[in-house]
C-alpha cells in the first residue's frame, strides 16, 4: 500500500507539473486564448445580454424547438458565423483553490492507475511506460479530440503533447518505482 501512496503521490505531482508549465512558462494553449483589443467592449455588451452564467452555443434553437425548426435553422446557419460562449458574470480568482482540487483529481486518477498496474502482477518497466502513454492518449481522445471534432478547439495539439508528454514522465517514473524490490 505504501508504494502505491507514494507512486500515486509523485506521479500526481509530475502531472501536476507537467499541467502548470503547459498552460504558463510553454504557453502551449496560449492559441485557445487569443486576445483581442475590443474586449472590454465585448464584455461590456455581453453583461448587458446574459442575466445567468452559462454556456452558450450560436445559433441555436429554443428548448422544445420542433426538429422542422432545428432543421431550417441549421440550413440557414450553413456556412455562416458561429460561437460557443462561456459567461461568467463575476471573476473568482482563487487559484488556490483550483490548483488544490486539479492536484486532489491527479492522486485519485494516479491511485487508480497504480491499483491497475498491480492488477497486472509485476509487469516490466516498458509495459508500465507505454500503458501510461496509452493511458494519456485515451484521456486525450476521449475528451480534447472528441471535443475538437465539434467545436474546432485551437490548441488540439497541446492537448496532444500534454498526453504523451505527462503520461509519459509517469510512466517512466512509475515502471521505475513499482518495480523497486
Request: aromatic share 14%; with cysteine.
Amino acid at each position: 500500500m505504501k508504494k502505491t501512496l507514494i507512486g500515486s503521490l509523485v506521479g500526481a505531482i509530475i502531472l501536476f507539473l507537467w499541467q502548470f508549465l503547459s498552460w504558463t512558462m510553454v504557453q502551449l494553449h496560449r492559441s485557445a486564448e487569443a486576445y483581442t483589443p475590443k474586449q472590454d467592449s465585448i464584455l461590456q455588451y455581453l453583461s448587458t445580454q446574459f442575466s445567468e452564467d452559462g454556456s452558450y452555443f450560436l445559433p441555436t434553437t429554443p428548448d422544445g424547438a420542433s426538429k422542422e425548426e432545428q432543421e431550417k435553422l441549421y440550413e440557414t446557419m450553413d456556412g455562416k458565423p458561429w460561437a460557443q460562449i462561456h459567461y461568467h458574470k463575476s471573476m473568482d480568482m482563487n487559484m488556490g483553490m483550483n490548483m488544490a482540487r486539479g492536484f486532489a483529481i491527479n492522486i485519485v486518477i494516479l491511485l487508480l492507475v497504480c491499483w491497475l498496474f498491480k492488477q497486472m502482477g509485476s509487469p516490466p518497466f516498458m509495459t508500465i511506460l507505454s500503458a501510461s502513454i496509452v493511458i494519456g492518449i485515451i484521456g486525450f481522445l476521449n475528451g480534447p479530440y472528441t471535443n475538437h471534432i465539434w467545436f474546432q478547439t485551437r490548441d488540439l495539439m497541446a492537448y496532444l503533447i500534454d498526453a504523451i508528454a505527462s503520461w509519459g514522465l509517469a510512466g517512466i517514473w512509475l515502471g521505475w518505482w513499482l518495480r523497486r524490490k
